[in-house]
């Protein structure tokens, strides 16, 4: 169980669970600092040595790519949610909300960008007291093997909207790996692990792994844009950032979080 805990706690630095507490007052709850990156590679053995470097070295939870969990879960699909619900339940007593961050840091340079100059490397800052909360969501072309044509990164400053946004994705047929609904995270990762016809767990890890090779990655920063640095602030506010692979068919991409401790 190891390997589930860990990439468990991993996505619960996304997710944001609220279960019985309204997010006006849940907002409200003192929570730790942390910072969530998201950087892109321009091909897999990048991508390998990047998640190295964050989650071995810098000890970052890494959420994309996801680990092989196919030994440690239960055989049918139904017995999935009541196997992850207490894990999220723990989160949320440890940690309040989650699925937010105070830092964010993006490195989109190895991509190529169809706004010019936002291929760029760049950090944010919540506003004072407040918080960032993300969704991140991929549309796949293909179920098995699975193959990401799109991730999709949105950014709020209320976790109202987040929600209102996984939403929108996950009608139109992404599975949403991180956003502010319990019900959401326990769907996308059900049809990843699960066959949707026997309700059996998959046995090949081409079928369920997000290893984070997508054919494109829009990133929408338009509800937060006076938080970016200035010359990406007009940008972003006219449109979510597009890049598609400088070279090849895939970006190749690394999603993480890490509290930070004082000092």
Known sequence: ???LTSFLAAILSFVVC?????????????????RGITTLYVTPEQQVEGVKVYGNI?????????PDLSADLPDNVK????????MLEQGRQNNGINGSFTEGWFDFQAASAV????????????????????VVAGKP???????????AIAFFDNVGAAESKANELDANGYLVYVSPSDNLTIKAFSQLF?????????TNSACFLVSGATEKVTT????????LPRQLQQPAREAPFQYFPRTGNFIYLVNARKTLTPG
């Open 115 to 134: 706004t010019p100059g936002t291929n760029t490397l760049f950090t944010i800052d919540a506003p004072l007291n407040g918080r960032i909360y993300t």
């Open 1 to 3: 169980m190891r390997k």
């Open 194 to 202: 699960y066959d949707q016809d026997t309700g059996k767990k998959k």
């Open 141 to 151: 072309s293909s179920q098995c093997p699975l193959k990401i044509e799109e991730t």
């Open 79 to 86: 017995d999935f949610p009541a196997a992850y619900q207490p």
């Open 58 to 66: 810098l000890k970052y939870d890494v959420a994309i790519p996801n």
């Open 220 to 227: 929408d920063f338009q509800q937060i844009f006076p938080l």
């Open 18 to 34: 609220l279960g019985g507490v309204s997010p006006a007052l849940a907002q409200q709850a003192p929570q730790p600092a942390s």
